[in-house]
């Protein structure tokens, strides 16, 4: 039912001259991946330095690898890129310490999203060329970073986040990490979609210490969901919290489970050039600028993994009915005795102590870091009207520079994807 809802939702939106177009849409691209895909064979067990490195030292460029434990126990693994193919390993001028950024992936992605383009084009590289120290963060719960502690990565409650979680621990403990290894007292912070999200989120909140943050870049920032047109989302968003745990399960969000392949036959039938995974069937991009060379190790590399409990998030996220806000996890007002997850919490007040759920405060995050926040005209997810409603009220607070830039044309994943992403993108990002 969910599904034909949102199925006819996107047909009305579309119109039926819409939906025969989809049907007739160029498979150019998605028959190159399939190929491309299939002369590829994934490691039985994965290999998360190999999986990195292959698209990093190949062409010259140093990679390390690093671990961070958080204050809850995940253990996080990141990647550094300390400088560019050609420069001389003690700086840019010998000596000199170079400047730090930090990046944070999308959901069902990871620190592979800012790579796959590959020298010349990826903007990890690009940054590292640049004369910047690159750091990659890798969230909990997806395959670089799936250890803890105390916790199994079999058990329910290490699958108990969602961006909550990774705005109040991963990112700010990633920080002080980074700022620790490098002697460094300030980095720059750049979120691509749910990366966005997670630095909104964090400045807002007061996680981060904004005077560690130099700026922060802001691409494809999804914070109000009002005019999404994801149509997964919206069929996932049509199912209560109670029910996406009952289908999906409460711990890892996994592909191949059978909500997800309806999800994905709903974005095949009314778009099928978007039908590759999970992922582009969310997000969504345009296959007449995504690079065709590049998209085999994209699609290789996701989805990444992430939790049931961080997709219910999202799925609240587009449920939310009052304009401009963006809530903590709903976990329901009613506690009951036993609770769906035994030994979480059962409801807000256990969680927040109130019925009510919290919300963030974004103007805050546009207080005293500069921020540039970068969206695409015809993105799906980080909807243009949604964006210009967070730009307001990121400036809201006065005080501190918020740029935007719109990008004609651009869907979701084109900034990570599209061939010319470095020249029509990056190239602001690195100025």
């Known amino acids: 039912a969910a599904l034909n809802l949102a199925a006819a939702a996107a047909a009305g939106q579309r119109g039926v001259a819409g939906m025969a177009a989809a049907a007739d849409a160029r498979a150019a691209v998605a028959a190159a991946a399939s190929a491309a895909m299939a002369a590829e064979t994934a490691p039985a067990v994965h290999d998360s330095w190999s999986d990195v490195s292959e698209l990093v030292t190949p062409y010259g460029y140093p990679l390390e690898e690093h671990f961070v434990t958080t204050r809850d126990g995940y253990i996080l693994r990141m990647f550094r890129i300390p400088r560019g193919a050609s420069e001389d390993p003690l700086g840019r001028n010998g000596s000199d310490a170079r400047p730090v950024v930090l990046l944070q992936h999308a959901l069902l992605d990871s620190c592979s999203g800012f790579l796959v383009l590959g020298p010349g084009k990826a903007l990890a590289l690009l940054l590292a060329d640049a004369g910047y120290d690159v750091w990659m963060s890798n969230t909990r719960g997806n395959v670089h970073s799936r250890n803890h502690t105390s916790l199994s990565v079999k058990s329910q409650e290490f699958w108990a986040f969602s961006f909550d979680e990774m705005a109040e621990y991963d990112l700010p403990d990633s920080l002080t990490y980074v700022l620790n290894a490098t002697g460094q007292q300030q980095a720059s912070l750049l979120g691509f979609s749910q990366g966005a999200t997670i630095v909104l989120t964090a400045l807002a909140s007061g996680a981060v210490n904004k005077s560690t943050v130099e700026a922060a870049v802001l691409v494809a920032p999804v914070a109000y969901m009002r005019h999404i047109s994801s149509i997964p989302l919206q069929a996932l968003a049509t199912l209560g919290t109670d029910s996406v745990f009952s289908l999906l399960g409460v711990r890892e969000f996994l592909p191949s489970a059978p909500i997800v392949q309806m999800l994905e036959g709903a974005i095949c039938f009314l778009r099928p050039q978007l039908c590759l995974n999970i992922l582009s069937a969310i997000a969504g991009f345009d296959e007449e600028r995504v690079d065709p060379q590049a998209l085999p190790a994209a699609l290789r590399r996701t989805p990444a993994g992430t939790s049931v409990q961080n997709m219910a998030h999202w799925a609240q996220c587009v449920r939310q009915t009052s304009p401009h806000v963006l809530a903590y996890f709903d976990y329901g007002a009613t506690c009951g005795s036993g609770g769906r997850r035994e030994g979480l919490p059962r409801c807000n007040r256990d969680k927040y102590g109130s019925d ?56 979701h994943l084109d900034f990570v994807w599209a061939e010319r992403a470095p020249e029509v993108v990056y190239r602001g990002a690195l100025a």
């Open 356 to 411: 009510d759920v919290p919300t963030y405060d974004l103007s805050r995050a546009g207080a005293e870091v500069p921020l540039l926040v970068v969206s695409g005209s015809k993105d799906q997810l980080a909807d243009a009207a949604d964006v210009d409603a967070l730009v307001n009220t990121l400036r809201s607070a006065g005080g501190t520079s918020v740029q935007h830039s719109r990008v004609r044309g651009y869907e």
